[in-house]
């Protein structure tokens, strides 16, 4: 059974901090992805990490995946207000983007 | 650009009654895909399709039917509701293949009573 772990669930951080939040699965894949969720919102995709050593940026988030110890982490640079909403990993369960196993969330409140 | 578009947004039934969440997407996505989302449990897939005629179980089906007439619709229908069925629903699509995301409806949230 794949089950995808996140670690931190809950982060309150600083404006202007930074922090790393990680994405723990548990069978073989070469394929994670990252979402963000506004309160009472669809999901939003942020990042579509597709091999090893996969590293991909958009203005302070960038992610990276290490399928050799099933890792993946979000890098949050110099966070700001905005950054605030809940993140998901998930990785496809049997080699589809129509099968995917999510992770519980980590909820981001970034303080003034 | 519509994209994936469900109805209702919001619903409430008693328990026994029987209702379909609907689901539509003008991406031409092969892939569809329905997931429950509840506090603290993030999203978990119900069932799924790769395509028109096609569809499967994924992690938690019992107590839901799909079918897939066309590549645009992918109906959910609870046949009995049950209050453990009070939940937000997403609907997903996607275009398939190694380097495609899934691009998520709006959401139905449903309240059994």
């Known amino acids: 059974e794949l089950k995808v772990e996140q670690n931190p669930l809950f982060l309150s951080m600083q404006e202007g901090k930074n922090y790393t939040i990680y994405c723990n699965y548990s069978t073989t894949s070469d394929r994670l992805y990252w979402y963000r969720q506004d309160p009472g919102k669809s999901l939003e995709s942020l990042f579509v990490?597709?091999?090893?050593?996969a590293v991909k940026q958009e203005g302070r988030l960038m992610a990276s995946l290490d399928t050799k110890a099933r890792l993946s982490t979000l890098h949050i640079t110099a966070a700001v207000h905005d950054l605030s909403a809940t993140y998901f990993c998930?990785?496809?369960?049997?080699?589809?983007?129509?099968?995917?196993?999510f992770g519980k969330g980590m909820k981001l409140t970034v303080n003034p | 650009n519509a994209g994936v578009t469900q109805t209702p947004k919001f619903q409430v039934l008693k328990t026994g009654q029987s209702m379909t969440l609907q689901c539509a997407q003008d991406m031409n996505h092969e892939y569809m895909s329905w997931y429950r989302q509840d506090p603290g449990m993030g999203l978990r897939l119900i069932h799924y399709s790769v395509g028109a005629g096609i569809t499967d179980q994924g992690e938690v089906p019992n107590g839901y039917n799909v079918s897939r007439s066309t590549t645009e619709d992918f109906p959910l229908r609870l046949l009995s509701a049950a209050p453990s069925q009070t939940s937000v629903y997403f609907c997903?699509?996607?275009?398939?293949?190694?380097?495609?995301?899934?691009?998520f409806g709006q959401g139905t949230r449903l309240t059994v009573v």
């Open positions: 998930a990785v496809d369960w049997q080699g589809g983007s129509e099968k995917l196993v």
């Open positions: 997903a699509s996607s275009l398939g293949g190694l380097s495609t995301e899934a691009f």
């Open positions: 990490l597709l091999s090893n050593g």
